[in-house]
């Protein structure tokens, strides 16, 4: 069974740091894209970042690009995102996300509050 756990959010000021975690299981994590998802209140969920399994090819959305960093470590079934110079706008519930064999799988999230 699928499964993909994130943590490490909580209440930041404007301008500190937060690293996120996602730790998988159910499948072989190693060969598998990650990608990470936040959604705002009364918002759409929205693309974060995505890391292809080998690490050689990963994308940012133009919102976070120079202040997040996204990383994984296949020996731990592990993705992360490290979040640098974060902003009230970066308030979210972020989630992980990949895709198994055709199937989607989300985790429950972890909420990053961002204040002013």
């Known amino acids: 069974q699928v499964q993909l756990v994130e943590s490490g959010g909580g209440l930041v000021q404007a301008g500190g740091s937060l690293r996120l975690s996602c730790v998988a299981s159910?499948?072989?994590?190693?060969?598998?894209?990650m990608v990470w998802f936040r959604q705002a209140p009364g918002k759409e969920r929205e693309f974060v970042a995505s890391?292809?399994?080998?690490?050689?090819?990963?994308d940012y959305s133009d919102s976070v690009k120079g202040r997040f960093s996204i990383s994984r470590d296949n020996a731990k079934n592990t993705a992360y995102l490290r979040m640098d110079s974060l902003k009230p706008e970066d308030t979210a519930r972020y989630y992980c996300?990949?895709?198994?064999?055709?199937?989607?799988?989300w985790g429950e999230g972890t909420l990053v509050t961002v204040s002013s």
């Open positions: 159910g499948y072989d994590f190693h060969t598998y894209v």
């Open positions: 890391i292809t399994w080998t690490g050689d090819t990963i």
């Open positions: 996300y990949a895709v198994v064999r055709g199937f989607q799988y």
